[in-house]
Structure formats: C-alpha cells, structure tokens
C-alpha cells in the first residue's frame, strides 16, 4: 500500500477515535474517555500540575474538568488534522468548551490540543495528549 493510501487509511481510524472522545467528554462517560488511551498516557494539560502520568491519573484529571463543565454540552474539535506513518501518528487541532467559573460566570475557551498515538496490536492508543492555551501575556509573541 502506497504511502497516500496507508495515509488516508490511518486518518480513517484516528479521525473517528478523537471525535468518539469527544463525544464521551461532552457526556461525562469516563469509560468513554479513557478507550483508546495507553495505561501510560503522559499529559500535559491546562490547569496544575504540569504534566501526568499514567492512566489512573489521567482518568482522575476528568473529575475537576467536569466541576467546571457542569454538563454544558460544549466541547468540540475543530480544525483537527491528522498525520501517520505505519505505527506512530500526531493530530492537532482545537478544543472549544465550556463551562463554570467559581463565581458562577459561564465562560467559553479555544484550547489548543495535540494528541500522540502508537498503533498497538493493530489499534491506535492515545499514548500522549496535550491540552494548552494561547499566553495572555501581552509581552509574548
């Protein structure tokens, strides 16, 4: 199989595995969420600490997410992009949710998401995941 063609291919898989966890996001289905993610998934996220390891803590990681987002329904990929090779793969794209300051304002936030993945045993597994925002330093370019 050419190049273009295993290409294509991959993205047919990955593509549908992201929009499947978002689609578990927005539901607050944990099992959802963590289909698809290695035991030792490394995440990077928005809110402390800097990085986690491993899949309890990452599946822990989703229980202050949902404090905030409060069922607002809004979590959504957009622009997501997809390259693969034979067995490792990134995609990167953008999150737009929502959700619940402390003091009760209802916020919406584009957040920045990049995802590695290793094909194992035939199946794509999320094996690195990282979430930013854009600084709101207005010194940094």
């Given at each position: 199989?050419?190049?273009?063609?295993?290409?294509?291919?991959?993205?047919?898989?990955?593509?549908?595995?992201?929009?499947?966890?978002?689609?578990?996001?927005?539901?607050?289905d944990i099992d959802g969420i963590?289909?698809?993610?290695?035991?030792?998934?490394?995440?990077?996220?928005?809110?402390?600490?800097?990085?986690?390891?491993?899949?309890?803590?990452?599946?822990?990681?989703?229980?202050?997410?949902?404090?905030?987002?409060?069922?607002?329904?809004?979590?959504?990929?957009?622009?997501?992009?997809?390259?693969?090779?034979?067995?490792?793969?990134?995609?990167?794209?953008?999150?737009?949710?929502?959700?619940?300051?402390?003091?009760?304002?209802?916020?919406?936030?584009?957040?920045?998401?990049?995802?590695?993945?290793?094909?194992?045993?035939?199946?794509?597994?999320?094996?690195?995941?990282?979430?930013?925002?854009?600084?709101?330093?207005?010194?940094?370019?």
């Amino acid at each position: 199989m050419g190049a273009g063609k295993h290409t294509m291919r991959a993205e047919a898989q990955i593509r549908p595995l992201i929009e499947a966890w978002a689609k578990a996001v927005r539901a607050q289905d944990i099992d959802g969420i963590m289909a698809n993610h290695a035991r030792d998934i490394l995440l990077f996220d928005v809110p402390p600490p800097v990085q986690l390891r491993g899949a309890d803590a990452y599946r822990k990681s989703w229980h202050r997410f949902f404090e905030w987002f409060q069922g607002s329904g809004v979590f959504g990929i957009g622009e997501l992009k997809v390259n693969a090779g034979d067995d490792v793969a990134f995609c990167h794209g953008l999150i737009r949710c929502g959700g619940t300051e402390t003091n009760g304002q209802k916020v919406e936030l584009t957040v920045r998401l990049t995802v590695g993945l290793r094909r194992i045993d035939g199946q794509w597994m999320v094996m690195h995941e990282h979430h930013s925002e854009p600084s709101q330093d207005p010194t940094r370019s």
